[in-house]
């Protein structure tokens, strides 16, 4: 059996919008070799923006793109089928977007990369059509990682939730879930946090235009490097006004969803990003305001197009081209974050490159010590089973028998001492057990504690820190 090594992640797009997820997994390190979309504006932003390589495509008629991605022959798949059916923004039927979701799926399994990567929103995973996607997925033997994802804990300083779906072939189910959960910073994002370079501890990058910033915090991402870049701040500098009203202002108001709440402080994350997010409050809402804004709407700052553009995790410095100022906000709107999709990026790269492993539950002593077994001899299994996941480099796989097979396979492991191998098989055979108990033991009724999600296992601390 082999493995990837360093080489590229080579990935096709579906849905691909202006761009957003493209953006963060390249900055993740991911090659985009083609992206699709039906809408010619956004198409266009992309290829204005990210590379000549998105085109113009009906994903309604997979005949006309599965061909061409199969001769592509990419190792991963992505996007984000519209979410409108489902969206608590929108008429929450399912519909012929909700379809779209199964035609992902198909897509996926047509062509059948290595892995896949999906985002919706988090209304979808109780969807039928999600029900329907996952079980073909399923059955054409892909593992998935299923998990909700809140933007403000990985880099974008918004509550947007979202579900993302990481599929790999022949992995168990929940195969990456620690990893994802492992990659969230500990505190939520804040809007001082990401328009903090409006006040001091900053770095010069000159814009291009007055109309763009030209300081950016240290703990943001900077604008792209030119040769004119990074200089002292001058002492004539200005921060970028709007920046600068909004800290002054410390509270923002955003359309909210629903019956949720318009006004925020510049101290936690903003709503999620909507095409609505810019416009002013209404007389409707000043005159019924939600019990829990701390001031009135109408004393507060309201978001620019230019901040609602970088919230959502666009660069400062990107070209947005549209005649209607609606499409350039619905084109923001639906894109994935590209912090959001760069972290994800990094951990599906960790784990394709073997610098991870599946993280083993605590219960798995439990379970041993229960079947009778000594907790020192516990441990022993405990370690021999990550023992045996370094020497597949991060893999599990849903079929024991594949499983020991790749393990065989394994050149270092040929070499070790025969009872050593034996000891290493075993534990395999016995965590398979204890996936498979999980899985058939019946559910507990009532209100359970809360289990705490494990930490991913590292497998080399230098090659993960180059992912």
Request: include cysteine; proline fraction near 7%.
């Amino acid at each position: 059996m082999t493995f990837t090594g360093g080489v590229l992640v080579r990935a096709v797009e579906l849905f691909c919008g202006a761009g957003g997820m493209s953006r963060g997994l390249i900055d993740a390190g991911v090659e985009m070799v083609r992206a699709y979309d039906a809408w010619p504006v956004a198409v266009e932003n992309y290829r204005a923006n990210i590379g000549p390589h998105a085109e113009v495509a009906d994903l309604t008629n997979l005949l006309s793109i599965v061909p061409e991605i199969s001769r592509l022959a990419p190792d991963l798949i992505c996007g984000g089928p519209p979410c409108q059916d489902y969206s608590l923004a929108g008429r929450r039927q399912e519909g012929e977007n909700a379809s779209l979701t199964i035609a992902f799926a198909i897509a996926v399994t047509a062509v059948r990369p290595e892995w896949f990567l999906m985002e919706n929103v988090v209304q979808a995973a109780r969807s039928e059509a999600w029900a329907e996607a996952r079980a073909m997925l399923e059955r054409a033997g892909y593992g998935l990682s299923e998990s909700r994802v809140t933007a403000s804990l990985y880099g974008v300083p918004q509550n947007r939730r979202r579900f993302f779906v990481i599929g790999r072939l022949g992995e168990r189910n929940g195969f990456l879930q620690s990893a994802v959960a492992g990659a969230a910073s500990a505190q939520p994002m804040t809007l001082r946090d990401f328009f903090g370079s409006a006040v001091s501890d900053a770095v010069y990058f000159p814009a291009r235009s007055q109309e763009r910033r030209s300081v950016w915090s240290s703990d943001e991402p900077a604008p792209t490097i030119r040769e004119r870049s990074i200089r002292p701040v001058p002492e004539a500098y200005r921060p970028h006004p709007a920046d600068a009203a909004l800290l002054e202002n410390g509270f923002v108001y955003t359309r909210p969803l629903r019956d949720g709440r318009g006004v925020r402080t510049i101290d936690e994350p903003i709503t999620t990003i909507t095409r609505t997010s810019w416009e002013r409050p209404t007389p409707r809402y000043l005159n019924d305001p939600h019990p829990d804004d701390p001031i009135s709407a109408s004393a507060t700052a309201v978001l620019t197009v230019d901040q609602i553009s970088r919230v959502q995790g666009f660069p400062a410095d990107w070209h947005w081209i549209a005649k209607a100022k609606r499409d350039k906000l619905q084109m923001i709107a639906n894109a994935v974050p590209a912090p959001v999709a760069k972290a994800l990026g990094k951990v599906i790269l960790a784990r394709h490159r073997g610098h991870t492993a599946p993280a083993i539950e605590g219960r798995f002593l439990d379970w041993l010590q229960r079947g009778g077994r000594k907790r020192t001899t516990a441990r022993n299994v405990k370690a021999n089973v990550n023992r045996a996941r370094r020497l597949l480099h991060g893999k599990s796989f849903a079929d024991i028998a594949i499983e020991l097979g790749a393990l065989d396979a394994v050149v270092d492991f040929a070499a070790l001492p025969r009872n050593t191998r034996s000891d290493l098989r075993q534990a395999l055979i016995l965590y398979a057990e204890f996936e498979a108990w999980k899985t058939s033991r019946p559910k507990r009724r009532g209100p359970t504690a809360a289990v705490a999600v494990p930490v991913e296992i590292i497998l080399d601390d230098d090659l993960a820190k180059a992912a």
